[in-house]
């Protein structure tokens, strides 16, 4: 039975996606970051007679610009992928005014990839960015406290703990980024074929996964279908961001009777629902319908997630 329980979800990493005025505004808000930035590292670098107390080094100035820097730049190059969406979207939606699915996102009629492979890269990204920070703040902190005298000790002492925490955090993330590259390098990346394109709410969804070589042997795979809505929520301490819900659901599991070969394709099917499910994957906020496809074998664990055509029929017109 499908579940329609709307509960979140983890396992999604996902940035800021601006369009239209928002991407423009994004932009203008990430100039003074970048420029003040580069401007912090030009005077560190130099080392001008300003900078020269001792209590202040030149390298901790560097580092402070490269927070700077770094946030500029990610902004603007956010901004940049949503200006060039947004005119992607207008103009898609002129020359193929019957099929505005193409506007939505950049399909291909015969199938897709999984997103394993721009998984590993968004937290790779989130990687370098989260371990970057806490270095750059750790590394200050430190060369910040031998400019103290006796009063650094006390610093160090209370930061240690936090530092701590977050290096925790960042080892149980590079961890679970490695399992994922680990996964990759084994079994590739996978291909789901589309049966028909698009699927339409209400009807059949019929798909075929090429399995990979290193599933040959596995005895079961677990598919799950289901409809995920990115949120803006804030928490109790009103820090803001983007959480996942599932709002539909179906699984089924697939006994494979006998070893296949690599690139022999499973039949898969699910009836999609009715209602107001339709994709919107170019959205600042996204909504869309993906197929995950879970297996074991021997000490590492399978498991790959596509995104599917999945639209409301009321939206193709003559």
């Known amino acids: 039975m499908p579940e329609l329980t709307r509960k979140p979800i983890d396992g999604r990493v996902t940035g800021p996606r601006p369009r239209g005025k928002g991407a423009w505004f994004m932009l203008l808000f990430s100039l003074p970051f970048l420029g003040a930035g580069i401007g912090i590292i030009v005077l560190g670098a130099y080392n001008l007679q300003s900078l020269k107390d001792e209590d202040v080094p030149p390298s901790v100035v560097i580092a402070f610009g490269a927070m700077f820097a770094a946030a500029g730049l990610f902004l603007s190059i956010n901004a940049l992928a949503g200006i060039f969406r947004t005119g992607r979207q207008k103009r898609l939606l002129t020359d193929r005014p019957g099929e505005p699915w193409f506007a939505d996102y950049p399909w291909d009629s015969q199938g897709t990839r999984d997103a394993n492979p721009s998984e590993i890269g968004k937290r790779l990204l989130f990687l370098l960015g989260f371990c970057g920070i806490i270095s750059v703040v750790q590394y200050i902190f430190i060369r910040m406290s031998f400019g103290f005298a006796g009063f650094g000790t006390w610093i160090l002492l209370f930061a240690t703990p936090l530092f701590l925490i977050f290096d925790v955090v960042a080892i149980c993330l590079i961890v679970g980024w490695v399992r994922k590259v680990g996964q990759h390098i084994r079994f590739g990346r996978s291909y789901l074929r589309f049966l028909q394109f698009p699927f339409f709410l209400g009807d059949p969804l019929?798909?075929?996964?090429?399995?990979?070589?290193?599933?040959?042997?596995?005895?079961?795979?677990?598919?799950?279908?289901?409809?995920?809505?990115?949120?803006?929520?804030?928490?109790?301490?009103?820090?803001?961001?983007?959480?996942?819900?599932?709002?539909?659901?179906?699984?089924?599991?697939?006994?494979?009777?006998?070893?296949?070969?690599?690139?022999?394709?499973?039949?898969?099917?699910?009836?999609?629902?009715?209602?107001?499910?339709?994709?919107?994957?170019?959205?600042?906020?996204?909504?869309?319908?993906?197929?995950?496809?879970?297996?074991?074998?021997?000490?590492?664990?399978?498991?790959?997630?596509f995104l599917l055509p999945v639209y409301s029929r009321s939206e193709k017109q003559p």
């Open 206 to 305: 019929e798909v075929a996964f090429a399995l990979p070589s290193a599933l040959g042997r596995c005895e079961r795979i677990k598919c799950t279908l289901r409809f995920v809505e990115e949120v803006s929520e804030r928490d109790e301490d009103d820090v803001g961001g983007i959480c996942f819900y599932q709002t539909y659901a179906d699984t089924q599991m697939i006994d494979l009777d006998r070893p296949m070969g690599m690139g022999e394709e499973i039949p898969i099917r699910f009836d999609l629902p009715e209602g107001e499910y339709p994709n919107r994957l170019n959205e600042s906020l996204r909504k869309h319908w993906e197929l995950e496809i879970a297996a074991s074998e021997t000490d590492l664990k399978f498991d790959a997630r």
